[in-house]
């Protein structure tokens, strides 16, 4: 789905990413890891058009169609349905999850689903959205908190929330930095868990965690980072067992 070719971002006379080559597959969850500093987060940031490679592609297979997406803007990259979870406006923590998730279908009549909510005037679109956005929040496990303001959940909720924002504004390839850093381990897990049941209905997983352990349970394929290089690719078991990947983290 998503092709990376020889990428190379520089920050004066560091080079943050030396020539990375990665595919991620369509239907899959594919895990990025590597030691604080390998250039993990710079490389979703070229990819979400945050910054420029100075060399280096980056394709987007889809519907049929190659893009070149290489230097888009970050609107055009997340239009094509790339979403990275903070692309999305923040969560509104003064408004209910089902508003946050209406909210971000603004532009296709979120606002009047909010007005029809308090007025009780339905109109058939606005129907659809709810009942969408329902749908989604049964899928990520926030069915329950549907009417719940968001500042009352807690911080595995919140992550789930971002998820259920993702889907509500159309993503086909979902992007996670750490979605499970600082979570409790029941709810890290429940959140891996609820990664591959939105996978199951045919989105695509690009991941970055450290908590490898946990992660390694969820995923399809890993690729390991340091300095700024692909070190290892492959299935869980075998990247686990590269000598060149515990190496880099012992070597630090
Ligand atoms: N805007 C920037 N200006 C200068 N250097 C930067 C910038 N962004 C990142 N770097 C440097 O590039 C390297 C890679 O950083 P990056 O944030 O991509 O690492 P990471 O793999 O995401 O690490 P972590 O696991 O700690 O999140 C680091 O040495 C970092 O200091
Ligand atoms: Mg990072």
Same mark, same amino acid.
């Given at each position: 789905?998503?092709?990376?070719?020889?990428?190379?971002?520089?920050?004066?006379?560091?080079?943050?990413?030396?020539?990375?080559?990665?595919?991620?597959?369509?239907?899959?969850?594919?895990?990025?890891?590597?030691?604080?500093?390998?250039?993990?987060?710079?490389?979703?940031?070229?990819?979400?058009?945050?910054?420029?490679?100075?060399?280096?592609?980056?394709?987007?297979?889809?519907?049929?169609?190659?893009?070149?997406?290489?230097?888009?803007?970050?609107?055009?990259?997340?239009?094509?349905?790339?979403?990275?979870?903070?692309?999305?406006?923040?969560?509104?923590?003064?408004?209910?999850?089902?508003?946050?998730?209406?909210?971000?279908?603004?532009?296709?009549?979120?606002?009047?689903?909010?007005? &029809? *909510?308090?007025? +009780? !005037?339905?109109?058939? =679109?606005?129907?659809?959205? @709810?009942?969408?956005?329902?749908?989604?929040?049964?899928?990520?496990?926030?069915?329950?908190?549907?009417?719940?303001?968001?500042?009352?959940?807690?911080?595995?909720?919140?992550?789930?929330?971002?998820?259920?924002?993702?889907?509500?504004?159309?993503?086909?390839?979902?992007?996670?930095?750490?979605?499970?850093?600082?979570?409790?381990?029941?709810?890290?897990?429940?959140?891996?868990?609820?990664?591959?049941?939105?996978?199951?209905?045919?989105?695509?997983?690009?991941?970055?965690?450290?908590?490898?352990?946990?992660?390694?349970?969820?995923?399809?394929?890993?690729? &390991? *980072?340091?300095? +700024? !290089?692909?070190?290892? =690719?492959?299935?869980?078991? @075998?990247?686990?067992?590269?000598?060149?990947?515990?190496?880099?983290?012992?070597?630090?």
């Amino acid at each position: 789905m998503l092709e990376i070719k020889g990428i190379v971002k520089q920050f004066g006379a560091f080079r943050a990413l030396d020539g990375v080559d990665m595919t991620i597959e369509r239907g899959k969850v594919t895990l990025l890891i590597g030691p604080n500093g390998s250039g993990k987060t710079t490389l979703i940031n070229v990819v979400t058009g945050v910054y420029k490679p100075e060399a280096g592609r980056v394709y987007f297979h889809d519907d049929g169609k190659t893009l070149d997406i290489t230097g888009w803007p970050p609107h055009k990259v997340f239009a094509q349905g790339i979403v990275r979870t903070f692309q999305i406006p923040q969560i509104f923590q003064k408004l209910t999850v089902m508003e946050n998730l209406l909210a971000v279908a603004r532009g296709q009549a979120g606002e009047g689903v909010l007005n &029809a *909510m308090r007025e +009780g !005037r339905w109109a058939k =679109q606005e129907e659809e959205l @709810a009942e969408r956005a329902f749908e989604i929040l049964d899928l990520v496990g926030l069915g329950d908190v549907w009417d719940r303001y968001a500042y009352s959940l807690s911080a595995g909720q919140m992550k789930l929330l971002e998820l259920a924002r993702a889907l509500m504004a159309g993503a086909k390839l979902i992007i996670l930095d750490e979605p499970i850093a600082g979570i409790p381990i029941a709810q890290a897990h429940a959140i891996f868990q609820t990664i591959r049941d939105v996978n199951a209905k045919g989105v695509t997983f690009w991941v970055v965690e450290h908590r490898i352990d946990i992660a390694f349970k969820y995923v399809d394929y890993v690729y &390991a *980072m340091a300095s +700024g !290089r692909v070190i290892s =690719q492959g299935a869980p078991d @075998a990247v686990a067992k590269d000598p060149k990947v515990i190496e880099s983290y012992i070597g630090g």
